[in-house]
């Protein structure tokens, strides 16, 4: 015949249920933060600190990054996004040093441009007939998104949105 279970031993398997289920918990947190933080550019281009990099968490929609393309040459930072279904929307990101005084307002001799406000910073939107680019002014950094093709609104505001200084 079957011993009862002692309600003291019941206690202790309950407690050693639950601290082993709040282990598992922190240990996927701590998994998917350090997940989150990882870096889409090579880590020896992210290390250097000759121009500030700046890059989105994740690559828009229907692209990937192309990061064993990624080039550094000075202080000018180029790396691209393929699309998967049409080669002439691949998006190409150049970063560079923001230069001392630059004034977007003065370059644009009062015209209107599209603005976004993002946390990285604001982003332009100086595209004009049929190809597309933008422009991010990071603060310390100008991060360019050009393309040969048509690329919506919507994905280029959420690639600037995305972006995060990785250096």
């Not at 050693?16 to 350090?34: D, K």
């Not at 692209?63 to 202080?75: E, I, S, V």
């Amino acid at each position: 015949m079957e011993q009862p279970v002692s309600p003291r031993s019941r206690r202790s398997a309950i407690r050693a249920w639950g601290i082993g289920l709040v282990g598992l918990v922190v240990a996927l947190a701590i998994g998917w933060w350090l997940w989150s933080q990882r870096t889409p550019l090579p880590a020896d281009i992210v290390g250097q600190d000759s121009v500030p990099v700046y890059a989105a968490a994740r690559a828009p929609e229907g692209y990937r990054l192309q990061a064993d393309q990624t080039k550094l040459a000075g202080d000018t930072l180029t790396y691209q996004y393929r699309q998967d279904s049409d080669m002439t929307r691949d998006i190409t990101v150049t970063v560079q040093p923001r230069p001392t005084g630059f004034d977007m307002a003065q370059m644009t001799e009062g015209g209107s441009i599209a603005t976004t406000a993002t946390d990285a910073g604001t982003l332009y939107n100086l595209s004009a007939g049929q190809g597309t680019r933008y422009l991010l002014d990071a603060g310390d950094a100008l991060v360019f998104y050009t393309s040969t093709g048509a690329i919506s609104t919507a994905t280029m505001t959420d690639l600037a949105k995305q972006a995060r200084k990785l250096n």
